[in-house]
């Protein structure tokens, strides 16, 4: 990835995940932890495909089609699950989420979709059944499909 913003981003998502793998944790505790990353690290990734989206509309020098594209995002784009990511990236050219098919493993749509499934069921009062590991293991393939999506944009999103 070459967007700073995202990088970062990612960059603290790491070192949550990275602190939490290290420590003992009693299964109680564990549960309302996992609870806690699913929905930080979901509101992560919206934040970071509608940073990249405006990023992009950017890239014209219309100010006023960028300010455009980040009302519209902030209103329109919610649960940043796969087909919603993908929905978005054909709308720049249809061929962006062919090409994302073809590079994108199934396992990191699992990922992606894990986070964003049980920040879902927490977010609707239901309980996560996400283990820290599990959420750990659906970051790695959600950072995958970011990386993914941007080099099959030609860099543009």
Known sequence: MKCQYVIDKFDLIDLDLNAVKTSTVDPK????????????????????VEHLFVERVGKSNDQELRNFMKVLMHR????????????WIKYLDSSYGKTLDSKVNQSDIIGLNG?????????????SNATLNDVINFHDGAKKIFEIGRASCRESV
């Open 29 to 48: 505790l564990e549960s309302m932890l996992s609870s806690y990353l699913v929905v930080s690290i979901s509101g992560v990734y919206e934040d970071c």
């Open 76 to 87: 329109s784009f919610r649960n940043p699950e796969y087909s919603n990511i993908k929905g």
């Open 115 to 127: 986070i964003v499934t049980n920040k879902n069921l927490v977010a609707h009062g239901d309980v």
